[in-house]
């Protein structure tokens, strides 16, 4: 009786106070009625034609311009990709280099776009060694030779040109725009300029482009206009590729290579090729979980720790309670480990794919999970340790009417790379060359040890953890996710899955619930604010090191799809960012 009266009183409220959400529908909605449930405290961006997500607005704005224009998802995605270099040049990037996965409706085909940096063809394994044998880590992190060879412009164009409908003058204009008339200086770009001032001054390219002739700040509102970069967007536009690899932008990118004694040179550049790899396609309870193979370690560990779980019943144990986190710490950690001795450039290492991504595999290494207590990372086999990436990297997701879905994870590695800008180009230079491992087998600067698949040679790719990945539902595309954040990123992509999957969020509550991390070294899990004290507390019971936080775990951009309807968001952690649906 008391139970029927509360009822009664919770839909007279709900209909007196919100009458709106309560007209939103639920899941029993009418196929084109937005499906949120009246008690979703996060609402996802509305589109009926097609959405974009990004960590910046005006590029997600680019793309859903390009979108209302009839341009197809992959058209988008580049015009989206080229403008954040401009918008967004902490990571958006033409001077560093990604993955992109595709997912086409029409011919239901999956495509993975390997557009990683590679190593110049005089890098070699002792690189970053000074004479007594240590590891010099300034030298793979803010010099010239940390670049590799930029990847970026191959990629977006082998995705063009195969799979996309307009030219690139016409997915290119909106960011030469960008770069040429300038746009108003934003929170997030003013924040992160005044954080990296010191480093970014030190560069005369840079220094000129990012602060005034003073050498003041911009600020907030003010008109940063990027001049050179304008130049080699339209270099680009009017030359294709080979205007970036053999022509006059290849030169001045040399040149500045030569000045700081870097080692790239004109034969590196003009080797360059954007790969297809096949797509890493897991099975998970009827979904298709597309993501990228090696040379990232994402779609491999994220399909490795979501079979580990696939025959827990998460749903019933519940969103972030004690026994999931308990279960998810643990399999991240035998991930993690796997990582470190396994992974690396498929063309240059013998990475297990097919074993480490086996039903088989998974339930050997789920049986070994002790119900509740926590096992020590030091006696989880390999004994090798991974690298640690930097956090900043970006990702953006888009999806158009006819149901192509891109995902695209692209980075410079750290905030603005090595730091270094090529004279004369407005590109900033990635600092890829220290995902590789530069001692393998013995303790970095970090402390940290990485393996010898992931050894520095030339023109090799380094390992990545970028997760680009499209959930598939009956062969359609129903979640588009992923994220930056270094080594974080697969598990905040898994999160992401395993919030919709098993625990039946919106789009927007999927990437707005705390998240967790541990990658097996250090053995100590991150916990975002969010989790309450009492869990945190049984988890420290059961054995788990609760390791003090000191940022936000990724910034996801992602895309829902059903019923006629895209249900974009991107990431409350993240000022600035932004997902746009078109009608
Ligand atoms: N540089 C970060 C990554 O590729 O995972």
Request: include cysteine; charged fraction near 20%; glycine fraction near 8%.
């Amino acid at each position: 009786m008391k139970l029927k009266v509360l009822v009664l009183i919770t839909s007279i409220i709900s209909f007196c106070v919100s009458p709106a959400l309560a007209q939103m529908g639920d899941s029993n909605s009418a196929a084109n009625t937005p499906r949120l449930n009246t008690t979703d405290r996060f609402v996802p961006v509305i589109g009926r034609a097609g959405m974009v997500t990004s960590r910046e607005k005006m590029a997600s704005q680019v793309g859903a311009d390009i979108l209302k224009k009839g341009g197809n998802a992959v058209d988008a995605a580049v015009a989206v990709g080229f403008a954040l270099a401009v918008t967004y040049p902490q990571a958006g990037n033409i001077g560093g280099g990604g993955f992109m996965v595709i997912h086409l409706a029409d011919e239901n085909k999956s495509i993975a776009i390997d557009y990683r940096e590679m190593a110049p063809s005089a890098a070699h394994r002792d690189m970053y060694l000074n004479e007594d044998g240590s590891v010099d880590n300034d030298r793979s992190k803010y010099t010239a030779k940390a670049s590799g060879v930029p990847g970026t412009v191959a990629g977006m164009i082998h995705a063009l040109e195969n799979y996309g409908t307009m030219s690139l003058k016409e997915v290119m204009q909106p960011a030469y725009d960008l770069a040429n008339d300038g746009f108003p200086m934003y929170n997030y770009l003013q924040s992160s300029l005044n954080n990296r001032r010191e480093r970014l001054m030190e560069n005369e390219a840079a220094a000129k482009v990012f602060y005034k002739a003073d050498g003041s700040s911009y600020n907030y509102g003010e008109i940063l206009k990027q001049k050179d970069l304008a130049w080699s967007l339209k270099q680009i536009m009017d030359g294709g590729k080979d205007a970036f690899y053999k022509g006059e932008i290849a030169r001045r990118i040399v040149a500045d290579q030569a000045a700081h004694d870097g080692l790239i040179t004109m034969e590196d550049m003009a080797n360059y090729v954007a790969l297809e790899r096949p797509a890493i396609v897991g099975d998970y309870k009827g979904y298709k979980v597309v993501t990228m193979p090696p040379p990232s370690s994402g779609g491999v560990h994220l399909i490795q720790i979501m079979n580990m779980l696939e025959n827990d019943d998460l749903k019933s144990k519940g969103h972030n309670t004690a026994a999931t986190l308990h279960l998810y710490i643990e399999a991240m950690r035998q991930a993690y480990a796997d990582r470190s001795k396994y992974l690396g450039d498929p063309d240059f290492a013998d990475v297990p794919v097919e074993e480490l991504t086996s039903k088989e595999y998974a339930k050997l290494i789920r049986a070994q999970i002790p119900a509740d207590k926590a096992r020590r990372s030091t006696d989880i086999a390999p004994a090798l340790n991974l690298l640690v990436e930097s956090p900043d990297t970006t990702h953006f997701s888009v999806m158009d009417r006819d149901g192509n879905a891109v995902s695209n994870t692209y980075t410079l590695n750290f905030s603005y790379g090595n730091h270094m800008m090529a004279a004369g180009t407005g590109i900033m230079m990635n600092n890829e060359m220290d995902d590789f491992s530069a001692k393998p087998g013995t303790p970095n600067g970090y402390g940290l040890i990485g393996g010898e698949a992931n050894s520095v040679q030339p023109r090799k790719r380094p390992l990545s953890s970028m997760t680009p990945t499209i959930v598939l539902k009956d062969d359609k595309p129903f979640f588009v996710t992923g994220s930056p954040g270094g080594s974080t990123i697969i598990t905040t992509v898994l999160q992401s899955v395993f919030n919709v999957l098993e625990f039946d969020m919106n789009a927007m509550h999927a990437l707005a619930a705390p998240r967790i991390h541990h990658q097996w070294l250090p053995d100590a899990v991150m916990i975002e604010e969010g989790v309450s004290k009492d869990t945190k507390d049984i988890l420290a019971n059961m054995g788990h090191i609760i390791a003090p936080m000191q940022f936000t775990l990724g910034s996801l951009s992602t895309i829902m799809y059903r019923d006629g309807i895209f249900y974009g968001a991107a990431d409350i952690r993240s000022m600035d960012a932004a997902a746009i649906g078109i009608d």
